[in-house]
């Protein structure tokens, strides 16, 4: 998704001194994990073990709707409120962290949980640098 | 909302001591909070005076996108993570927090930012509440 | 949601000879649908015959994302576009209506599939209502 | 977003006979579209002249909400519902069109709304796309 970098250089106002790429990196990566998780909530209800997976796909459904509202909270800079982005990006990597948790359980027997998990660490990651800069 | 109580009491396992009058009054007031605030996003962007209302328009956006994700994530109970809980009811108190105090800045020029506020106010409240009971 | 009329009332502009009734009346079907639709889904992930419920759940998630991005875009009036509105309507009539067939199926066995498929039905005649009003 | 192709590959049951590349690719462009018109009604809401850019910011909003809820439709292949599916895919090319005709119109003056312009119209030609092999 370089057209994340691309609406970050052609924003008309001044960003404020935001770490452009830590920025960059984890709107990309909070998009990626919301598509990764409704997906990975997807593949565990087809397993035919999908009652041992219960707990992984309430999980991963949560982690989709959070980092989509991340994703978005973070594309805006008008009027920037620093309590919510900070708010918001602790709820992201607390979700991200769960879902990364649970889905490494299953990572060995289901290769979409594996995929699911690594995509939560990036965003975890992610969230965790960007909160390192505000 | 009524159904939103009757969700609550067919849910077909154990609700594990939850408050679940404190826990239909957030969910409730989560929806109200998020239709609300992009309705009056929408009602400031068609003010004459838009140019000053961009901040209060952001703010709604943000407040809408988290109150929506905090709805969806009290409307379950599987596999509850007292974490994932916390950190996203926090935001949402954030969120309607820095809503609210800019709603009410142009509350006595736009009916709509006082319908709004008041809205936010309410689910700031409801999310202190159920916090207070985690 | 007497918050909806509020926020109808207290637009700044002409709403363009809308039919506010029809117009309130699914915006709240919208959010109340999908509230009920999130919290169907994870009731019957917490129904033992969890593996007999997967298409519904699925079609209740599908039907959650839909009916709140419905409801989203039926609260903006500015700049109205009677193109995507009907398409997005149309879209929401399809999910909530395959989403109260699904339920209905299993309403006399599970009381939330039940309580669901009443808010659907709710929902696809109030889409149909403002649809035959455009 | 090479993780969508993976979710894809993983997905533990057939997939029915989709054509996985054009699902993959417009699963991608919804996220990408969602992404970039949020940013774009931020950027938007920055410019001077604001007021001319209501409709903008309007259809900016609709598109990136339509757009997230058909990317997490698509992302879903458990109990597939071609009805839904062809009438969510029908209003996001509906809402695409609408924001790329309006961004096209400010594309020489706002870099911003070029970037968004092409994103949308990549989006519609997905669905399109898609829309053809169902």
Chains 1, 2, 3, 4 share one sequence.
Do not use: W
């Amino acid at each position: 998704m370089s057209t994340t970098t691309d609406m970050l250089r052609t924003y008309p106002k001044d960003l404020g001194g935001v770490d452009t790429a830590a920025l960059a990196a984890c709107i990309e990566a909070c998009f990626e994990c919301a598509q990764v998780c409704s997906a990975c909530a997807d593949s565990c209800l087809s397993e035919d073990m999908v009652a041992e997976l219960t707990k992984c796909i309430r999980t991963n459904l949560d982690c989709a709707d959070i980092c989509a509202a991340t994703g978005a909270v973070l594309s805006r800079h008008t009027g920037y409120d620093v309590n919510v982005t900070r708010a918001v990006l602790e709820a992201c990597r607390a979700a991200c962290k769960a879902c990364a948790d649970e889905c490494e359980k299953h990572a060995d027997m289901h290769e979409h949980c594996k995929v699911c998990a690594e995509a939560c660490r990036r965003c975890e990651q992610a969230c965790t640098d960007l909160l390192a800069t505000l």
